[in-house]
């Protein structure tokens, strides 16, 4: 039976991390029939969202190296109208932990050739 772990984003934009209210969160895994949605979230008046469930493999698979992949692979899609959208790809979830993801949004500059620009962050594989 898998097990489940926890993702939970914190956006902010400037040095002074100010959040960002109202951003659109969106979790998707890659399956092989393309991308299945997991959840969406809003963030709140602090930049945050809701803890969300990711199913994962078990802990006892991350025990022994040579097993199966020990965690859940997911893509993070991060919008919010005047701001940079941020895409995070392949960020890794392991059962029994809430993971937090940090994202600073860029707010859009006056240029309208900026609008609809993707930061894209890949997350590198665990050496496990």
């Given at each position: 039976m898998a097990e489940g772990g926890y993702l939970t984003v914190r956006t902010y934009t400037s040095s002074a991390q100010l959040p960002v209210v109202g951003a659109?969160?969106?979790v998707t895994e890659q399956g092989t029939n393309g991308?299945?949605?997991i959840a969406t979230r809003i963030t709140d008046r602090s930049g945050r969202t809701t803890p969300?469930?990711?199913s994962t493999p078990n802990r006892s698979e991350s025990l022994t190296p040579g097993q199966a992949v020990p965690f859940t692979k997911v893509n993070i899609m991060i919008d919010k109208v005047g701001f940079d959208r941020v895409l995070v790809e392949n960020a890794q979830l392991f059962a029994g932990i809430t993971s937090e993801l940090n994202v600073e949004m860029?707010?859009?500059?006056e240029n309208p050739d900026s609008f609809n620009t993707t930061e894209l962050v890949d997350v590198t594989p665990q050496e496990l």
């Open positions: 659109t969160v969106s991308a299945k949605l969300i469930p990711i860029l707010p859009l500059g």
